[in-house]
Each structure stands twice: as C-alpha cells, then as structure tokens.
C-alpha cells in the first residue's frame, strides 16, 4: 500500500471516530451541554402527575424551544427531610453539575410532620456543600402559587402548578447558564 494510499486510511478513521465521539455526546466547540439537577421532595418529584408533567421536565422542554442544550436530572424524592438531601447530596449531584434546583419547602415541611424539627442548619449545610463546588443554586419555593395550583391535598402542585414553577424558573436558569 503506497503512503498515499495509509495517509487517506488513516483520516478517514479519525474522522469515523471523532464522529462517534461527537455522536456519543463528547461534542465539539459550539455544542455546549448543560447539567442541571433539582433536588428535593414529593413537589420536586412530582408526586401526582406524571413524570413528564414535573416541572424539571417542563423546564427542560422550555429551555430547549429557546435554544439551550440542557439536560436536567429530577432528583426528588417523596418523604424526603433536609437530613435525607443532605446524606443523599453527592450521589444526587454528580461531578460536572453546573445549576441545582433546590426545593427549600418539602424538606422543612417533612421534617417537621415527621417531628424532627426544621432542619434550617441541614438546608444551610446543602447550600454551603454545593456553592464549594462551585454550583450555582437556584431555590425553588412556593412563590407564584396559587391554591388553584394544588391538587386536593392541598401540598402538591398539579400539572398547571408544575408548568407555572417551570416557567417561573425559566427567566434565572436562563441568567445562570450565562445567555
């Protein structure tokens, strides 16, 4: 095989694998990729509407009609204290994670009915946690919602609410990613 010939070869199986690496995700310039993860309770979860209807994926389907390429990672728990965030914190929000989505309500509201008090020091503690690694957090409270917005229980948001919390969010996740 003359080295004209192994020099062509040769290119063409770089660019078949860098393909594949652009393909499986790795990217090139210009096709940045945001993590996000929202970290939380039963609200954060979406307990009572489906997955899809939970306002971390609603914000995702908003994110991505505006031109962001971001995944983000629904880490709610139903049940969850502040304590269960806190032990729970790194599994939940693995390296490279850029935003947090906290629920600040779940875990107080939680703890309290399980008797445990209101674990303010345990949320500081998520919040500290996270800042030291550089992560930009963005706390997901109650603010915008209605009672028309609950299901009959009175606690969790449906589908309407969780559509209102993600559009809520939109305009800062928008400011955190940087565009």
């Known amino acids: 095989m003359n080295s004209m010939h ?6 063409s199986v770089f660019f078949l694998v860098a393909g594949l690496f652009y393909a499986a995700g790795f990217g090139l310039a210009g096709a940045a ?17 489906s997955s899809s209807e939970a306002f971390p994926a609603q914000l995702e389907r908003m994110l991505a009609a505006k031109g962001y390429n971001a995944h983000i990672t629904n880490a709610g728990i139903n049940g969850n204290t502040n304590a269960d965030m806190l032990a729970r ?7 490279g994670t850029k ?7 779940g875990g107080r509201y939680n703890a309290r009915r ?6 303010n020091a345990e949320l500081a503690s998520i919040m500290a946690k996270l800042r030291s690694r550089g992560i930009k957090i963005i706390q997901v409270n109650g603010a915008g919602v209605s009672r028309k917005h609950l299901q009959v229980d009175g606690v969790h948001l449906t589908a309407e609410g969780h559509a209102a919390v993600a559009a809520r969010l939109l ?8 565009h």
């Open 99 to 105: 935003i947090v989505l906290l629920g600040t309500l």
């Open 114 to 119: 399980l008797g445990q008090g209101d674990q």
């Open 6 to 11: 192994q020099r062509s070869r040769i290119r």
């Open 171 to 178: 305009p800062s996740v928008m400011r955190a990613l940087g």
């Open 33 to 49: 990729h945001a993590q996000i993860v929202a970290l939380g309770a039963s609200n954060v979860a979406g307990r009572g509407v």
């Open 89 to 95: 914190l790194d599994q939940a929000v693995p390296a």
